[in-house]
């Protein structure tokens, strides 16, 4: 599974607009090959947002970001930030909370090895 | 939501064996109000991890690590790592893969909202 850590920070007093955006369509999410998706506001900086993904490959996430309603939520976004962004890829080998991107009815279980 | 973003760098060629000890137990975490917990090695470093964690309140996640389980988890994975720590906690405000601390049996859903 393929994971990506980013972050961005909002113009001043934008950052819950921006949220709401990015949480805009998360029920769409796992039919697109998502296994995690968490936005969450900075403890330590006012403007910024992190968002933590998980996705079935990279070429999942990539294809992801071309859906329509991804690009809309990203063009309406763009104006609010600040182009303050940071980004680490990463390989995940399991934990708790991934489900099953495939099985969208499926209990949620720990799901461990490579 | 507490939102916990960290890294750690193993000593060379002991990065595997470090996140099989941050793998082992996890089935325990939910119990302790953990909704998700992953555990990746680093796209850009050969012995960095990244472990991204969402846990019900900051004091759910401080108790966590009290417990036994993860008391000796630390205490094995200590000699392997270099020292080189980051975190990052926020407030997570939704998104997919956060299940239900409190009905391990619940459905993965989507959960927005703060």
Chains 1, 2 share one sequence.
Do not use: K
């Not at 029920?27 to 296994?35: F, V, W």
């Not at 962004?85 to 720990?110: C, H």
């Amino acid at each position: 599974m393929y994971g990506y850590i980013g972050s961005m920070r909002a113009r001043p007093g934008m950052r819950d607009d921006v949220i709401a955006l990015l949480l805009d369509g998360v029920d769409g999410l796992r039919a697109a090959g998502c296994h995690s998706y968490v936005v969450s506001a900075c403890a330590t900086d006012d403007d910024r947002i992190w968002v933590t993904e998980v996705w079935e490959s990279a070429t999942h996430h990539a294809a992801s970001l071309q859906l329509p309603a991804t690009r809309a939520a990203i063009a309406a976004a763009m104006p609010m930030l600040t182009g303050e962004f940071t980004s680490q890829e990463s390989q995940v080998v399991g934990g708790l909370g991934l489900g099953r991107a495939a099985s969208p009815g499926g209990r949620e279980d720990a799901a461990g090895g490579r």
